[in-house]
Every structure is written in C-alpha cells, then in structure tokens.
C-alpha cells in the first residue's frame, strides 16, 4: 500500500511556528515563545509516520514540512529567527527518526510508548537549544536565552509525554483500518 502522506501539515505547522515564535510570553517563571504550543506536534506526525509508513516516509515528510516553509519563513521571520528555526528543524526531526528507529529496533518493534518518548523528548531538547542559540543570539541577553531554553524544554518534555496517548491510538487505529480492508 502506497503511503498517503499530507506534506500540508508540516508546511502549516512550521508556518505558524515561524510567526509564533517572534513574541516572547511570561507564564509564572516561564518564558516561552506562543509557537511552543503548537510546534511540539511536529514530532508527533513525524513518530506516527516513522511508526505506520516508516523511515523513508518520514524523511519525505521532513524535507517536505522544511521546503514547503522555507518561502514563508523567509517572508515571517527575520532572517536570524528564519535560520534558526530551519537549522533547528532539520536537526531535531532528522534525530527523531534516528532516535525513533534505532529504538525500535532495540526494543524488537514493541514500546511505542517509550520509542516516543525517547525519541522526542531528545530530539525537543536538541531543537531548543539550536533555536533559541540561532534565533536569539544577540537579540537577546544570553540569561534570556538560557531562560527560554530552560522554560521551554520542560513544557516540551510535558507536551511529549501527554502526545504519547493520541500518539498509540492513532497507530491502533491505521492498523485496524488497514486490518478491514484486508
């Protein structure tokens, strides 16, 4: 069966993000950019699409998501928050897949629960330091840099964990659709 892989989602999620993340929010001790509520789901579509159409698909899905925003980011952001999100982009989701496979293949093709979240939870980290390094570096005084890095990776951990249910019932559900049409 031929992968049916909708290459919008990424183009519309990393559009949004790269207008998001030009504003700063403080949440109690938290500063964050507003994209951190919506770019986590990027890597909740790449681990669904590792886990039902595999790697090849999901590096499709990822050079799609990153040339589908490159025009817009480019228009949205400034230059530095443009390549920042990029670079930090590729990386993180490249990792994912990596990190996703690699532990797939250690736990026999079991524990989506754990591939998920060791993969994600990695690859997060990697993406909010690249981002908030690249986009923010002499924008910003480097304690609020280092306060958006430590404000934003453990809501990042939190939105990995929490996708991790979504994350079980969706591939559930593509196994038993694909199981009926049999």
């Known amino acids: 069966m031929r992968s049916k892989i909708n290459s919008n989602a990424p183009l519309h999620l990393m559009f949004i993000t790269n207008v998001l993340v030009q504003w700063q929010v403080t ?74 496979h690699w532990w797939k293949r250690k736990t026999g093709g079991k524990y989506l629960w754990l591939r998920n979240n060791a993969s994600a939870m990695t690859s997060q980290l990697i ?10 570096y002499g924008v910003l005084h480097s304690k609020t840099i280092l306060k958006i890095i430590f404000s934003e990776y453990p809501i990042k951990v939190l939105y990995a ?10 591939v559930l559900k593509h ?3 694909n199981r009926n049409n049999e």
């Not at 039902?52 to 490159?70: D, E, M, N, P, Q």
Request: hydrophobic share 55%; with cysteine; proline share 3%.
């Open 161 to 170: 964990a929490m996708d991790t249910g979504p994350l079980c019932l969706l």
């Open 127 to 136: 993406d909010t330091v690249i981002f908030a390094t690249v986009a923010f």
């Open 27 to 100: 949440i109690g001790v938290f500063t964050v950019t507003y994209a951190l509520f919506i770019y986590p789901l990027t890597f909740l579509l790449t681990d669904y699409t590792s886990e039902v159409y595999g790697k090849r698909a999901s590096t499709h899905l990822v050079w799609a998501g990153f040339l589908a925003s490159l025009i817009p980011s480019l228009l949205m952001s400034t230059l530095q928050i443009c390549i920042g999100s990029l670079l930090a982009y590729i990386i993180a989701q490249f990792h994912d897949i990596w990190a996703f």
């Open 175 to 177: 196994k038993k659709s």
